[in-house]
């Protein structure tokens, strides 16, 4: 994928650097020193993740890639099976437009990064298969920047900031008012990549959950990766959370 320029974006603390595994078939015979040998090597492109394990169980395909959170442990169960775990430098980051109202308002942002609990994403959705981080560069990287700023999961301080700031909650709807229109906060979306099972969808709904508990009317929508990638070039969304590939060299952030 070419890269795609986003003016006016940031990536509040949701970052989870997860661990990836690798599932490959075991046969009953011997391997020699020198490895199977094949006539073929067939790559089979299946994109949904329960298709891909009953193709696994079913013998049509022998090695699947790239699996984690909730799928790990259902890959583990299947017979004649060796996992295979490994560090994987992709992040999953909420990324928010900062040229949409009310995104462009510092309190609303810093509230939105107090009530993400990347430590229940990592442990209940990502099944312990993932580690917070606070920062777009890797904590192992020889650039990270251990000085920078730490949001933990406080919606009590989230909601502190938004009072300060002027941001009250209206007795009746239980949203906050915008200090700036005197009219209820306009609603936000957090968008994901379909399905709505992905862990991407499940991270966002525990967002948009939070959230309404101290008055932030946010909700998640899952759409078509395609639609969704139309949409973030056309600076056409409020929020999405998405995963990218990070390197110990984050020459990507030139991007």
């Excluded at 690798?22 to 094949?38: E, F, M, N, V």
Aim: glycine share 8%.
């Amino acid at each position: 994928m070419t890269p795609r320029k986003l003016l006016l974006f940031i990536v509040v603390g949701l970052i989870l650097l997860g661990s990836c595994g690798t599932i490959l078939a075991q046969s009953g015979s011997d391997w020699k020193p020198y490895g199977p040998r094949a006539d073929e090597i067939v790559m089979v492109i299946i994109g949904d993740s329960e298709a891909q394990r009953i193709a696994f169980q079913r013998g049509d395909i022998h090695v699947v890639p790239g699996i984690f959170g909730l799928n790990v442990d259902e890959f583990k169960t299947i017979k004649n099976s060796r996992l295979e775990i490994s560090v994987d430098d992709r992040a999953t980051c909420l990324t928010l437009n900062m040229r949409r109202k009310p995104l462009d308002m510092d309190p609303v942002r810093q509230a939105i990064a107090y009530i993400a609990d990347r430590g229940a994403i990592a442990i209940d959705i990502l099944k312990g298969h993932g580690k917070p981080l606070s920062s777009t560069v890797l904590s192992y990287s020889p650039y990270y920047n251990s000085n920078i700023t730490h949001y933990s999961y406080d919606p009590a301080r989230a909601g502190e900031i938004l009072d300060k700031a002027g941001y009250t909650i209206d007795g009746k709807t239980k949203t906050r008012t915008d200090p700036n229109t005197g009219k209820p906060m306009k609603e936000m979306t957090i968008l994901t990549p379909l399905p709505e099972t992905a862990d991407w969808t499940r991270i966002s709904k525990m967002i948009a959950d939070a959230a309404k508990k101290i008055g932030l009317p946010i909700k998640h929508q899952a759409i078509d990766f395609g639609d969704m990638l139309d949409r973030i070039d056309a600076l056409d969304f409020d929020m999405y959370v998405s995963s990218w590939s990070l390197d110990r060299q984050p020459r990507y952030l030139k991007n």
